[in-house]
């Protein structure tokens, strides 16, 4: 290696970009380079190295051999820890993993015990394909596919079909549904398929499958027609799909059938694959209700928001639970809501203005926002990673004013008896013997612990020769041992 000789005689290497034995030694750059201090040239060095790692990590190359990895690990089993070690660094480096998260923890030879640990998340959007989207469409997707979550979870589901729909924006005529072939509870942000108003594909997301275009057509119909809305909630559980079968309909027998305002019907004619049935079902729902009921098939629920929507579909389902039960008394025997009650009920729910939660600031809710955060937060809690931004993220200050988080426990009642020793001032007796006890000891310790000098030798920075300096720094020395 050739080495330049510095102005006290010690012989340094030459750095790498002039190692050739014509260069000049006048160069501007290599004097600059030559009178650079050693940690900047080190902090260069590791930024360099920092960018050449960045670089592989995102190149294509090594995420398919970090997938390989990973597939061939879940094919042969192994230890699950270190499955989920590979599982978390694909998170991270991957733009979204192609694989099934589900076989992490299913992988044969993992051990006895339960497996139903892993969970797809919702929010699987990362990398390089978070470009792809706007902000809006990125935390529209992720609502939308935490709403097909929480529909499985409410148990509203028929295998693959039944659909939810949004509108995008409505500058475009772009939304959002589900791949056909998929259930409720694998869709995730990065799979859904965005259609235009005809059905046509203009981003099919992160699968290979197509939507179903017959399921669409009922979705389209609506969306084309009524600008208003911007979700569709469609689906036929067992008792929606009774009360669609009774002549007398949804009957106004509970609060729930009030609060959904006027119930729109479509007459049955078949699976929806005729397209001059469009026109039906614009004409049945009409340019004002946002809950229609099909005859002998199943309900549908509009909104103009994704937790409008959801709100009537919950309180449509309740409705027609309720029903269903009632009916086993007979019909003359039901007590029906006068159409003044009905309205009264209408009325206070959608409140022009939102609702008013009475909390710190006072938040404005438009219908169905507060309880859909709820939501979010169980979906949270279950681990389904949702993405969704809470507006009231249950922060709060405690007595001393400061800033509580979901990190901070209570102590059970039923695991500590502090409470029975609880004085008028809030604080226990015995707690506060104890915090005295230790305030003194403390103080006894430092008035009988002197400071003890030490002659430390420490290496020089900033200079290719470093010498050792001698300093004296203080060092605390135990000398007095206090017993209780």
């Known amino acids: 290696m050739t080495h330049h000789v510095n102005g006290n005689g010690h012989a340094e290497p030459k750095p790498a970009r002039f190692m050739r034995d014509d260069f000049d030694p006048d160069d501007p750059e290599y004097i ?74 299913n992988a044969p030879n993992s051990g006895p015990g339960p497996r139903g640990a892993s969970i797809v998340p919702i929010a699987d959007i990362r990398g390089v ?5 706007t902000k809006g469409e990125k935390l529209l997707r992720c609502k939308l596919a935490a709403l097909y979550r929480l529909v499985d979870l409410q148990g509203w589901t028929q295998g693959i079909y039944n659909h939810i729909t949004v509108r995008i924006s409505q500058e475009h005529d772009h939304f959002l549904i589900n791949p056909f072939g ?3 509870n694998e869709i995730s942000a990065s799979s859904l398929v965005k259609v235009d108003l005809s059905g046509q594909i203009v981003d099919s997301g992160s699968t290979s499958l197509g939507i179903n275009l017959a399921g669409y057509l009922l979705h389209s119909a609506i969306h084309g027609a009524r600008p208003d809305v911007r979700c569709v909630i ?8 009774a009360v669609s079968s009774m002549k007398a309909g949804l009957l106004p027998i509970s609060q729930e059938a009030a609060v959904l305002g006027e119930i729109s019907y479509h007459d049955y004619e078949g699976i929806l694959v005729d397209d001059s049935e469009r026109d039906r079902i614009i004409r049945s729902l009409g340019p004002y209700n946002k809950v229609m009921v099909l005859r002998n098939h199943g309900v549908v629920a509009c909104g103009a928001t994704i ?46 203005g939102g609702v008013d939660s009475g909390g710190e600031g006072k ?25 969704y ?48 006890r230790k305030k003194g000891l403390e103080k006894v310790r430092w008035l009988n612990t002197p400071n003890a000098y030490q002659k430390v030798e420490l290496l020089e920075t900033g200079t290719s020769d470093p010498k050792k300096v001698t300093k004296v720094c ?9 017993r209780q």
């Open 32 to 105: 600059k380079e030559m009178q650079r201090p050693a940690d900047v040239s080190e902090d260069l060095q590791e930024m360099k190295r920092r960018e050449r790692v960045t670089m592989v990590l995102k190149s294509q190359a090594f995420r398919d051999e970090l997938e390989s990895v990973i597939h061939d690990a879940m094919k042969d089993g192994g230890n699950p820890t270190s499955l989920l070690a590979l599982q978390q660094i694909s998170e991270l480096i991957l733009p979204q993993n192609r694989f099934n998260q589900t076989g992490l923890l």
């Open 129 to 133: 394909d978070a470009l792809n989207y």
């Open 182 to 184: 998929m259930l409720y």
């Open 234 to 241: 469609h689906f036929h559980t067992g008792p929606c799909a």
């Open 307 to 352: 937790e409008e929507a959801f709100h009537y579909a919950f309180n449509l389902h309740a409705a027609c639970e309720v029903q269903v039960r009632a009916m086993s008394a007979g019909l003359d025997n039901l007590i029906l809501m006068d159409k003044e009650v009905q309205r009264k009920v209408w009325a206070v729910v959608n409140k022009p």
């Open 363 to 387: 938040k404005k809710w438009r219908l169905g926002e507060m309880e859909f955060e709820g939501w979010m937060r169980m979906l949270d809690n279950m681990g389904y990673r949702t993405g």
């Open 389 to 436: 931004i809470y507006r009231n993220p249950l922060l709060r200050n405690d007595q001393q004013g400061r800033l509580r988080t979901n990190q901070d426990v209570e102590i059970p009642p039923a695991v500590s008896s502090l409470a029975n020793g609880l004085d008028e001032d809030g604080i226990g007796s015995l707690l506060k013997e104890y915090l005295e």
């Open 474 to 482: 203080a060092a605390l020395k135990y000398l007095v041992v206090v």
